[in-house]
Structure formats: structure tokens, C-alpha cells
């Protein structure tokens, strides 16, 4: 008898690991018609929970032309904020490197907290094959 187990579907990916780069690479191969199968051991309902992850990430621009191109921007542009400069440093050594957008540029990027970035991509992911 053939397994017709979800897991048993053929697919044309196999990617392993369903954190912000394998959900991202996920949905924009489903979004070329490409279909994938995500592993990962971790519950999505936990990584979306309110307090698993006080963190955010800085997304660059090229990132969110990418999100904004694979359907994201909706879900993510209310819960983010431009970044309008960064400055680097190297620890307690002197000196410092400043980068700022030009004024015809917008910003650097966006700040978006981890938990909101999940909660995007696990719901269009979800009408995905």
C-alpha cells in the first residue's frame, strides 16, 4: 500500500530548517509555482507565541523588496519602522562608521520584531502547496 502521508507528497524542495530564511526561501519558491516541504523540529505555534522571542531583526532594503515582492508588505508595514542611520563600532576600540540614507533613498531598511516576521510568513505560507 503507498503512503499518501502528507509527508510522502512529492515536492520539488526540501528545505531544512522553517526559521525567517527557509520560510522566506519557502514561500518565495511558491510564489514561481515551485511547491516545498519544510522541517523543522520546532512547533510553529510556539514560535509565534506572545514571549517566545523578545527579538527583532533588521531588515535591509533588498530584504524588503524581496517581502514586499513575495506578498509580505501588507502584513509586516504596520508593525516595522525605518531605520534612519546606523552607526558600527568595534567594542570599546576607538572610532566609529556612520552610514545614512540619501534624501532620495528612504531609509536603510526596517526593524521588525522576530515574532511579527514569523506570524507574516507562517500565515502565507499556510494557502502555499
Not at 509565534?48 to 523588496?65: H, K, L, P, V, Y
Amino acid at each position: 500500500m503507498a503512503d499518501t502521508a502528507p509527508h510522502a507528497t512529492k515536492r520539488d524542495l526540501l528545505i531544512l530548517g522553517g526559521g525567517l530564511v527557509g520560510m522566506t526561501l519557502a514561500l518565495a519558491a511558491a510564489r514561481k509555482g515551485m511547491t516545498s516541504h519544510v522541517v523543522d523540529r520546532a512547533d510553529p505555534a510556539e514560535l509565534t507565541a506572545e514571549g517566545f522571542d523578545g527579538r527583532a531583526s533588521a531588515i535591509s532594503t533588498a530584504s524588503w523588496r524581496l517581502f514586499r515582492h513575495i506578498g509580505l508588505e501588507q502584513a509586516l508595514e504596520p508593525f516595522g519602522c525605518g531605520i534612519a542611520s546606523i552607526a558600527v563600532t568595534d567594542q570599546m576600540r576607538p572610532g566609529r562608521i556612520d552610514f545614512a540614507p540619501e534624501p532620495h533613498e528612504g531609509t536603510l531598511g526596517r526593524m521588525f520584531a522576530n515574532r511579527q516576521l514569523r506570524l507574516a510568513l507562517f500565515e502565507a505560507a499556510r494557502d502555499e502547496p
